[in-house]
């Protein structure tokens, strides 16, 4: 009787590890690069997201190149993956591969970026409002500076939908302020090589930087390389250039608490949790929205010791 029970676990728990085997997702993830601080930390939370889940993730690195995501989005359409995670480094010229994606019943998640491609495509977007990002922080500028600024604005990759909207958003509030206006804007391709490089020639052009109120670039790392730019030019970051940045690194927070920089919108980079719910959502045959969002907080100087502190903990 023993023997009959102990063999009745040890079937019983085969057949629960055999459909624990069968249920595990394999997801690829196109991932843009690791241009950004940001981009980093994204690319470890869902890879431990996934880890967590026992989802087997296909990670495939396009080191900021279209064609390295359309050809690995193809590669996982050869394996017959459950799904795909999609971080598009440009908005357009997805319809071909998310139509190939579709035919095969795979449905594609965008995450942190968007595309301007036909919805039904893609089954959804996690990601942030970006001209919601952008808005914000032309409305902290605007109090911060009683609605007097000539900006320099750092924008992001050029046609991605991250730079667009974020562009869009500050622009919109921007104009309905008569002495608010941006005097230069160039693409440091969201990397802290690029911020520093385009801001030694605004501060060039602009009378060795003094013509400039404020910088409002498109993230943190160009924030950052900016920062370094001012300091070289004999100016001080944060207090004679006024800035304001999105994506909440942690490096943000130390030139915050050091009075280098003014403000930061942070840019939820854990992702994973909901792009693989909505993947299995679409499994089970439930409705998944067009857009998660995913927006996060603007944070201060009087908080930015005690957030770096935080984010930095091991």
Known sequence: MLNKTLAGLVLGAGVAFACAQASALTI????IG???GWRTSETASIKA???KRGIDLKFSDAQQKQENQIKALRSFIAQGVDGILLAPVVETGWDQ?????????????????GVAADPSLYLTKVASDFAEEGSLAASWLAAHTNGKCDIVELQGTVGSSAAIDRKKGFE???????NMKIIRSQSGDFTRAGGKEVMESFLKAENGGKSI????????????????AIKEAGLKPGKDITIISIDGVPDIFKAMADGETNATIELNPHLGGPSFDAINAAKEGKEVP????????????DTAAAEYAKRTAK
């Open 28 to 31: 690829g993830f196109s991932q």
């Open 34 to 36: 690791s241009e950004s």
């Open 49 to 51: 997201e996934a880890e």
């Open 97 to 113: 591969v998310l139509k190939e994606a579709k035919d095969a019943k795979i449905p594609v998640v965008l995450v942190d970026r």
């Open 172 to 178: 919109a509030v921007v104009s309905n302020f008569p």
């Open 213 to 228: 109120c404020a910088l409002y670039a498109h993230n943190d790392d160009m924030a950052l390389g900016a920062i370094q």
């Open 290 to 301: 067009k857009w998660i969002k995913a927006n996060g907080p603007l944070y201060l100087p």
